[in-house]
């Protein structure tokens, strides 16, 4: 009997240790989810329009219908900004944190033989598409100078 007590006891010492071990572990495997990510989940999930009902709704649909027309049309993504820590963010993390479609990591080991081709071609490429990455990387409403920023940050990041 004291033997299968201490074999017991034992046995619940190691279980404590593996929890205590994978829990230490869990903790240090954790990464914040990227804030393009979370915009990206936001963007997706906002309402696509509004119901207006009854004559305060028309009133209230015409006056929206006002304002819209009355703003400016943008033309370029995010207010026209080349800060290319915000395009990258909103725009390329999403494929190039996860590696969707063959997009290279931001890890240097993968750009070899991609940077060596020079800035010129990996703009080129950002903004022609290349393999499964749509032309632009699907934002068809950057601007040239914004690509150009955001391959520049991207590139920096590796360093």
């Keep these: 009997m004291k033997r299968f007590s201490?074999?017991?006891?034992?046995?619940?010492?190691?279980?404590?240790?593996?929890?205590?071990?994978?829990?230490?572990?869990?903790?240090?495997?954790?990464?914040?989810?990227?804030?393009?990510?979370?915009?990206?989940?936001?963007?997706?999930?906002?309402?696509?329009?509004g119901v207006f009902a009854g004559e305060t709704g028309r009133a209230a649909a015409l006056a929206a219908q006002a304002a819209a027309a009355a703003e400016p049309a943008v033309t370029a993504a995010f207010d026209g900004s080349l800060d290319g820590q915000l395009i990258?963010?909103?725009?390329?993390?999403?494929?190039?944190?996860?590696?969707?479609?063959?997009?290279p990591l931001m890890v240097a080991s993968e750009w070899v033989g991609r940077i060596e081709q020079g800035m010129d071609t990996l703009v080129a490429n950002a903004i022609n598409g290349i393999g499964a990455m749509p032309?632009?990387?699907?934002?068809?409403?950057?601007?040239?100078?914004?690509?150009?920023?955001?391959?520049?940050?991207?590139?920096?990041?590796?360093?």
């Design 6 to 49: 201490l074999v017991i006891v034992l046995l619940a010492i190691f279980a404590l240790v593996i929890l205590f071990l994978s829990i230490a572990l869990h903790n240090t495997l954790y990464r914040p989810e990227p804030p393009a990510r979370e915009l990206a989940r936001e963007q997706r999930l906002a309402p696509v329009g």
């Design 88 to 103: 990258y963010e909103r725009a390329c993390a999403s494929c190039h944190i996860s590696g969707a479609g063959g997009a």
């Design 135 to 159: 032309p632009r990387g699907g934002r068809m409403d950057l601007t040239d100078e914004q690509i150009e920023v955001s391959v520049a940050f991207m590139i920096d990041m590796l360093d």
